[in-house]
C-alpha cells in the first residue's frame, strides 16, 4: 500500500505566473482534499474531490482550481499568482468522509 | 462559522512528564474530532479520532478526551520523550461533511 505523494517538493514561482501542483492519493482512496498551510498556521481547506467531481469548497478564490482523474490522483491549479499564496500546500486522501485523512509531505511554493 | 482553538501556542515540558494540550471549538457540535501530530516541513500525521459518543480513547502513550458539554478536547501524552517534540494539531469536519478545520496547533517540546 502506498501512502499519499505530491510533486514537487519545492517550487519557486514569479508573481502573476500559474502553478499546477500534483497529488496520487493512496491505493484505495477516492477522496482527495487540498489545503494551504501558511507559517504558523493550521491547514485551511481549499476544495474536496470526490470520484472526479468537486465536492466543497472553502473560502478560496476562483484562481484556485483543481481536478481528479479515474485513478483518483489529483492537480491543485492556482492562476495569478500573489505573494500571499506563498505556502506549504498538502494533499489528504481519504475512503470517505468520516474517516481519517492521510496527508502527503507537502509542496512548499514560494512566489518572488 | 466554525471556530475551533487551540489556547497554547507552545508547550515546553521535561521529559517523563504529561503533556496536556487543550482544544475548544464553537458554534458547532462536530460529529468526531481528530488529532494530528506535524513535523515541520512534513504534512500532518493522523494520530486518534473521537466520536462525539465517546468520552475517552487511548493509544499507547496517548489519551484523548472529549466533552461535548464544554466543547472540549483534551490529549494528554503520559511519559512524555523528547521524540514527542512536534506540533499538534486538532481537527473537526465541518457541518457540510466535506472539509477538517484545523486549529493552530500547539508546539509542544520535550526537554531531556
Known amino acids: 500500500e502506498t501512502g499519499v505523494t505530491q510533486s514537487p517538493t519545492h517550487l519557486i514561482k514569479t508573481r502573476g505566473q500559474q502553478v499546477t501542483l500534483r497529488c496520487s492519493s493512496q491505493?484505495?482512496?477516492?477522496?482527495v482534499s487540498w489545503y494551504q498551510q501558511a507559517l504558523g498556521q493550521g491547514p485551511q481547506f481549499i476544495f474536496q474531490?470526490?470520484?472526479?467531481?468537486?465536492?466543497g469548497r472553502g473560502n478560496f478564490p476562483p484562481r484556485f482550481s483543481g481536478l481528479q482523474f479515474p485513478n483518483y490522483s489529483s492537480e491543485l491549479n492556482v492562476n495569478a499568482l500573489e505573494l500571499d499564496d506563498s505556502a506549504l500546500y498538502l494533499c489528504a486522501s481519504s475512503s470517505g468522509t468520516y474517516t481519517e485523512a492521510f496527508f502527503g509531505q507537502g509542496t512548499r511554493l514560494t512566489v518572488v | 462559522s466554525q471556530k475551533i482553538e487551540q489556547n497554547s501556542e507552545a508547550l515546553n515540558i521535561q521529559e517523563g512528564k504529561t503533556a496536556t494540550l487543550t482544544c475548544n471549538y464553537t458554534n458547532y457540535s462536530p460529529a468526531y474530532l481528530q488529532w494530528y501530530r506535524q513535523d515541520p516541513g512534513r504534512g500532518p500525521v493522523f494520530l486518534l479520532l473521537i466520536r462525539e459518543n465517546e468520552k475517552e480513547k487511548r493509544k499507547e502513550r496517548l489519551k484523548v478526551t472529549f466533552d461535548t458539554t464544554l466543547k472540549q478536547s483534551l490529549f494528554h501524552i503520559t511519559a512524555s520523550q523528547p521524540a514527542d517534540s512536534a506540533t499538534y494539531l486538532c481537527?473537526?469536519?465541518?457541518?457540510?461533511?466535506?472539509?477538517?478545520?484545523f486549529g493552530k496547533g500547539t508546539t509542544l517540546s520535550v526537554s531531556s
Open positions: 491505493s484505495g482512496h477516492n477522496t
Open positions: 474531490y470526490y470520484r472526479e467531481e468537486e465536492n
Open positions: 481537527a473537526l469536519l465541518n457541518q457540510a461533511g466535506t472539509a477538517l478545520i
